[in-house]
């Protein structure tokens, strides 16, 4: 699903509507090495982590 189709279905009606199914909500926390990691609000098991995030300047 491309960001943008979801943006446009959401500005005119609800994303329902075009078969777009709703976004997840992603929790992020840190664990104990100090890695970022991404986890669903309902899972325990991050699908997602990074070792040494840095910050990107654009």
């Known amino acids: ?6 943006l446009i279905a959401s ?6 509507d075009y078969g777009i ?4 909500a992603w929790v992020q926390h840190r664990d104990e090495a100090g890695r970022l990691a ?3 609000a ?5 699908f997602i982590s ?6 990107v300047r654009r």
């Open 11 to 16: 500005r005119y009606r609800c994303p329902a």
């Open 21 to 24: 199914p709703p976004l997840p």
């Open 1 to 6: 699903m491309r960001a943008r189709e979801w």
């Open 38 to 40: 991404l986890c669903t």
């Open 42 to 46: 309902d899972g325990d098991e991050p």
């Open 50 to 55: 990074a070792a040494s995030p840095v910050t």
